[in-house]
């Protein structure tokens, strides 16, 4: 057997946590332009389906081409795109900007609530619009199937927009695990320690007024109709008490463990991966309007995914791509654990297993995303609490 030259606890400290958890944020983006992308008029022409919060971050690594259009339901929210790309049309229904201005545009950035995600990629696509994509991609995987034909049919340039795939740490990562440094990766331990959004309501409080620069009807979409609502006390309280749990002692670490290997010096678990610290961070259900938005909305089924699709295809994204989890690969996909489900939203603690037959030369795999919240975390195996603790949440870290 190959001498192993580099530390897999150290591995997994140092190259994974960076691309979980940067030191100074995502890390640059290579441009369209060069990754030889051109419109014929030079410059792309490049519209926006969500102008404020993470679309309004997007669309500023896309300064160097043209923000022609955006389109937001929410003209709050929407504001810091329309103030700085103040020359751009204004639309709330994308349908509308599509259809307008269609002729003009060369690609469009979609960056509304998972729900969207399918239908707003497909018209765009449809158009023969390149379209940039937010991560989770879909809140279901049928969508993403849906969304992969269309991209084939139309011939259009796509990509999904996750941060942690695309900074440099990750490629490092996968690159050492195919080096085999660290030999055969038999498991894969990931998790994640509350949402920074309260899920596990039994109760939808009593609908309020629409505020008068949103269109609700648009928000939805999709989604079946309801009334909006901001919250009642009944609602806070329960925020407030989540938000009390968080603080008091949750900790978790999203890990990958090897087979095999000796622990290493100083005791501890063999094999661990860096990760996140709960606790960090705002505390839930802080958004200006309340229960669905302008971010509650990721801890409902219809509307978002959870954890697992706002961070677990960061954490995730080492492990996906340096292990070859395609969907070919799948054997099955198991709900191992889980808190009572409650009516419209997804548990606080929930464990799903994956399993992987073997691949390109790997042996099978065994993959487990634990989400959880409270005093009982998850911990990789052999740590204590104090010892996740300790590790850093910002990187590169690598011993």
Same mark, same amino acid.
């Given at each position: 057997?190959?001498?192993?030259?580099?530390?897999?606890?150290?591995?997994?400290?140092?190259?994974?946590?960076?691309?979980?958890?940067?030191?100074?944020?995502?890390?640059?983006?290579p441009?369209?332009?060069?990754?030889?992308?051109?419109?014929?008029?030079?410059?792309?022409?490049?519209?926006?389906?969500?102008?404020?919060?993470?679309?309004?971050?997007?669309?500023?690594?896309?300064?160097?081409e043209?923000?022609?259009?955006?389109?937001?339901?929410?003209?709050?929210?929407?504001?810091?795109?329309f103030?700085r790309?103040?020359?751009?049309?204004?639309?709330?229904?994308?349908?509308?900007?599509?259809?307008k201005?269609?002729?003009s545009i060369?690609a469009?950035?979609?960056?509304t609530?998972?729900?969207m995600?399918?239908?707003?990629?497909?018209?765009?696509?449809?158009?023969?619009?390149?379209?940039?994509v937010?991560?989770?991609?879909?809140?279901?995987a049928?969508?993403?199937? =849906?969304?992969r #034909? $269309?991209? *084939?049919? +139309?011939? %259009?340039?796509? /990509?999904?927009?996750?941060?942690?795939?695309?900074?440099?740490?990750?490629?490092?990562?996968?690159?050492i695990?195919?080096?085999?440094?660290?030999?055969?990766?038999?498991?894969?331990?990931?998790?994640?320690?509350?949402?920074?959004?309260?899920q596990?309501?039994?109760?939808?409080?009593p609908p309020t007024?629409?505020?008068?620069?949103l269109?609700?009807?648009?928000w =939805?979409?999709? #989604? $079946?109709? *309801?009334? +909006?609502? %901001?919250?009642d /006390?009944?609602?806070?309280?329960f925020v407030?008490?989540?938000?009390?749990?968080s603080?008091?002692?949750?900790?978790g670490?999203?890990?990958?463990?090897?087979?095999?290997g000796?622990p290493?010096?100083?005791?501890?678990?063999?094999?661990?991966a860096a990760?996140?610290?709960a606790?960090?961070?705002?505390?839930?259900?802080?958004?200006?309007?309340?229960?669905?938005?302008?971010?509650?909305?990721r801890?409902?089924y219809?509307f978002?995914s959870?954890?697992?699709?706002?961070?677990?295809v960061?954490?995730?994204?080492?492990?996906n791509?340096?292990l070859?989890?395609?969907?070919?690969?799948?054997v099955?996909?198991?709900?191992?654990?889980?808190?009572?489900?409650?009516?419209?939203?997804?548990?606080?603690?929930?464990?799903?297993?994956y399993?992987?037959?073997?691949?390109?030369?790997?042996p099978?795999?065994?993959?487990?995303?634990?989400q959880?919240?409270?005093?009982?975390p998850?911990?990789?195996p052999?740590?204590?609490?104090?010892q996740?603790?300790?590790?850093?949440?910002?990187?590169?870290?690598?011993?």
């Open positions: 057997m190959a001498k192993h030259t580099i530390s897999r606890r150290h591995f997994f400290f140092g190259t994974l946590l960076a691309g979980a958890v940067p030191r100074a944020g995502w890390g640059s983006v441009s369209l332009r060069a990754l030889g992308y051109q419109s014929p008029n030079e410059k792309l022409n490049i519209a926006g389906i969500g102008a404020g919060g993470q679309p309004f971050g997007d669309l500023r690594q896309c300064e160097t043209n923000i022609v259009a955006l389109a937001d339901v929410d003209w709050v929210r929407g504001e810091p795109g103030q790309w103040d020359k751009a049309s204004k639309y709330k229904d994308f349908r509308q900007m599509l259809d201005e269609g002729k060369d469009v950035l979609i960056g609530p998972d729900h995600h399918t239908y707003a990629a497909l018209y765009c696509m449809e158009r023969g619009k390149g379209v940039y937010e991560k989770p991609l879909t809140r279901i049928s969508e993403a199937r =849906l969304l #034909a $269309a991209a *084939r049919k +139309y011939k %259009v340039a796509t /990509q999904m927009g996750n941060q942690g795939y695309s900074h440099e740490a990750t490629r490092v990562a996968c690159e695990i195919w080096s085999g440094e660290i030999g055969d990766v038999t498991e894969v331990h990931a998790s994640m320690s509350r949402p920074s959004w309260p596990g309501m039994t109760k939808t409080p007024p629409v505020p008068s620069t269109d609700w009807d648009l =939805l979409g999709t #989604a $079946a109709l *309801r009334p +909006y609502t %901001v919250g /006390q009944e609602y806070k309280d407030a008490e989540r938000n009390a749990a603080r008091r002692g949750a900790t670490a999203p890990a990958i463990a090897p087979a095999g000796p290493p010096a100083g005791g501890g678990a063999p094999q661990v990760g996140q610290r606790g960090v961070g705002g505390g839930m259900g802080g958004s200006e309007y309340g229960y669905y938005m302008p971010f509650n909305w801890g409902f219809d978002g959870s954890l697992i699709g706002d961070w677990g960061h954490i995730l994204g080492p492990a791509w340096g070859f989890l395609t969907p070919e690969y799948l099955s996909v198991e709900c191992i654990k889980k808190d009572p489900l409650p009516p419209t939203t997804f548990p606080n603690v929930f464990t799903i297993k399993e992987f037959k073997a691949r390109k030369g790997m099978p795999v065994t993959v487990y995303w634990y959880y919240m409270g005093a009982e998850y911990l990789p052999g740590m204590t609490v104090e996740v603790r300790k590790i850093p949440n910002t990187g590169p870290q690598v011993g």
